[in-house]
């Protein structure tokens, strides 16, 4: 296994498209996580799951950000209406509970213009 | 409110000396303490944790110290080389098992 995979690496979209982002874990990793991270900040928690359920959502996820794990594999991430606040890396991060650390993915920068 | 704080944006630090990265954190529910490393264009790499119950954690050339009283831990390299110029970040997470980053630190290492 290559580890955590995002596709795409990057993302242009005019404001209010609506974009999807997928991640693909490292196979034996039952949680995933998704982040986003903006300049000279480090990652922010947006939501992770176990196997297919959704287990917590940041109050930074607002209602135009969905994400799904259907089948406890791969993960999407959808924002509609994309705003330009929307712009930054979104990376994505799995691991096996209880404590083992996460292994994030290169992440996929969206721009918003 | 910033749970995990790393107040140094960047350091620079000769090659093959001992470079120290600090970082703080008010969160007293946090119970296992991580560091990663971030190079442009790729996402963050773990590098080593430290449990709450230790003081002391050793993996080859990087040692992280954990002063629970202090609500401080470090991340010692050395000694440095320039493959480890990169951003490292200091995180959290307690029972909840959710990471909190601080913002970074931009580490130089200077030929």
């Known amino acids: 296994d290559t580890g955590v995979s995002q596709d795409p690496r990057h993302k242009i979209t005019k404001r209010g498209q609506n974009v999807t982002f997928r991640c693909d874990p490292i196979s034996e990793h039952n949680r995933l996580y998704w982040y986003r991270q903006t300049l000279g900040q480090g990652p922010e928690f947006l939501t992770y799951?176990?196997?297919?359920?959704?287990?917590?959502k940041s109050r930074l996820l607002s209602d135009r950000f969905s994400a799904e794990r259907p089948k406890g594999s791969f993960s999407t991430l959808e924002i509609q209406r994309t705003e330009q606040g929307d712009s930054a890396m979104y990376l994505c991060a799995s691991s096996r509970p209880p404590r083992d650390e996460q292994y994030f993915g290169p992440g996929t920068r969206l721009t918003v213009t | 409110d910033q749970q995990v704080k790393q107040n140094s944006p960047s350091l620079s630090v000769q090659e093959g000396r001992i470079s120290i990265l600090n970082c703080d954190y008010t969160n007293s529910m946090f119970d296992y303490f991580l560091w990663y490393k971030k190079y442009p264009a790729e996402g963050p790499t773990f590098l080593i944790s430290i449990s709450s119950i230790k003081d002391k954690n050793e993996d080859g050339r990087f040692t992280v110290f954990l002063n629970k009283s202090a609500k401080h831990l470090s991340l010692h390299i050395v000694p440095s080389q320039p493959g480890d110029s990169a951003v490292y970040f200091c995180a959290a997470t307690g029972r909840d098992d959710k990471i909190i980053f601080g913002k970074g630190t931009r580490l130089h290492i200077l030929p």
């Open positions: 799951f176990q196997n297919e359920a959704q287990l917590e």
